[in-house]
Nanobody
Framework: EVQVVESGGGLVQTGGSLRLSCAASGFTLDDYAIGWFRQAPGKRREGVSAINSRVNYKIYADSVQGRFTISSDFAKNTVYLQMNSLKPEDTAVYYC?????????????????WGQGTQVTVSS
């Protein structure tokens, strides 16, 4: 069974850092793209970053470019999202998702398998 499980959320002050983890099971990172998405209260879910681990190709939303870094660890079958210089507007539930064709995308409708989400709160 294909599953992804997020961890690493929490409360941090403005300017701080967090690292989110997306542990994959039932598939290898070579075969699936992984995307990170977030949803703040009252707002639509938005794509944050995605990675095609087979070719190490990464994409980012403009709002996080230069502050967030996505990476893959094949040995642990885990994708990380390093978030630096956090802002209050980064506060949201963060989800990771898997896309079977391995092609990176920030469109949530393209992803088939979703985790339960992890809360990130940035205080001002």
């Amino acid at each position: 069974e294909v599953q992804v499980v997020e961890s690493g959320g929490g409360l941090v002050q403005t300017g701080g850092s967090l690292r989110l983890s997306c542990a994959a099971s039932g598939f290898t990172l070579d075969d699936y793209a992984i995307g990170w998405f977030r949803q703040a209260p009252g707002k639509r879910r938005e794509g944050v970053s995605a990675i095609n681990s087979r070719v190490n190709y990464k994409i980012y939303a403009d709002s996080v470019q230069g502050r967030f870094t996505i990476s893959s660890d094949f040995a642990k079958n885990t994708v990380y999202l390093q978030m630096n210089s956090l802002k209050p507007e980064d506060t949201a539930v963060y989800y990771c998702a898997a896309k079977w064709d391995g092609m990176e995308s920030l469109e949530d409708y393209e992803y088939e398998h979703w985790g339960q989400g992890t809360q990130v709160t940035v205080s001002s």
